[in-house]
């Protein structure tokens, strides 16, 4: 069992930073996939970003075409916890956010769907003004 609490969403202005964070609790693997995931009201709930490892040194990650160049995604190993920084925010990043976590070994590949993954935290939720 893996329990997972993000944290750091909040109202920002459009074109400004914000940084999410998830961490990790519980029985977790040293190798697997953790991702982020966002929902609008009345939408679906959408790929963001995903990193997979296999070790410390050895790691993947990918991106929706929406957030390429602006979100980056990050691990912090010894904190057991994944960041996602946002940048450059646009009002339909609105969203709540979801991390989500697989303790499947996807090796060289990132897994992008929901159901890919097992674990889910409550979610946080971020507001992006105009």
């Known amino acids: 069992q893996v329990q997972l609490v993000e944290s750091g969403g909040g109202l920002v202005q459009a074109g400004g930073p914000l940084r999410l964070s998830c961490a990790a609790s519980?029985?977790?693997?040293?190798?697997?996939?953790m991702g982020w995931f966002r929902q609008a009201p009345g939408k679906e709930r959408d790929f963001v970003a995903a990193?997979?490892?296999?070790?410390?040194?050895?790691?993947?990650?990918d991106y929706a075409d929406a957030v390429k160049g602006r979100f980056t995604i990050s691990r912090d190993h010894a904190k057991k916890k994944v960041y996602l920084q946002m940048n450059s925010l646009k009002p339909e990043d609105t969203a709540e956010y979801y991390c989500?976590?697989?303790?499947?070994?996807?090796?060289?590949?990132?897994?992008?769907?929901?159901?890919?993954?097992?674990?889910w935290g409550q979610g946080t939720q971020v507001t992006v003004s105009s």
């Open positions: 989500a976590a697989s303790t499947y070994s996807w090796g060289a590949s990132v897994p992008t769907r929901a159901a890919n993954y097992e674990y």
């Open positions: 519980g029985r977790t693997s040293s190798t697997g996939a």
């Open positions: 990193i997979s490892w296999i070790a410390d040194n050895t790691y993947y990650a």
